[in-house]
């Protein structure tokens, strides 16, 4: 899928109090629970950011990239963007621009691929964007 699948929404970088966020669609056909999530790892302006500052947003929750393999029962639905929430505390002011960098890898788990191994989707974006 890589680069011609839009991963971070347009016009949604923005900043606030405990840092800032963006959204960011799947790129895949089908809904899947939040335990599919395999990686999701997020770089600003070339900067890799640290896994424990990232928070996943979907039906109005809020969750740590570390707890999303347990989550089963919650579904990111296709037809919904996810919310990525950074808690970096002034990194990102309004009316800045910064290069968003995004990869995720999704696994389905309904296509088996060999003995406890699922087909995986790998994806990478570049979005640059003024932060509201």
Not at 20 to 48: I, M
Not at 83 to 108: F, M, N, S, Y
Request: aromatic share 10%; net charge negative; hydrophobic share 40%.
């Amino acid at each position: 899928m890589g680069e011609s699948v839009k991963l971070v929404e347009d016009n949604s970088l923005c900043a606030s109090e405990y840092g800032f966020e963006f959204k960011v669609c799947t790129h895949w056909y089908r809904s899947l629970p939040l335990s599919c999530v395999e990686k999701l790892a997020v770089q600003l302006d070339g900067e890799n950011i640290e896994s424990q500052r990232i928070r996943f947003c979907v039906n109005d929750k809020e969750h740590e990239l570390d707890d999303l393999a347990d989550l089963v029962n919650e579904f990111w639905f296709v037809q919904d963007s996810a919310v990525v929430k950074i808690q970096l505390p002034g990194r990102v002011q309004v009316g800045q621009e910064h290069t968003i960098e995004v990869d995720l890898i999704l696994r389905a788990p309904y296509i088996k691929i060999g003995p406890d191994r699922f087909l995986t989707m790998p994806a990478h974006y570049v979005s640059v964007q003024t932060a509201k």
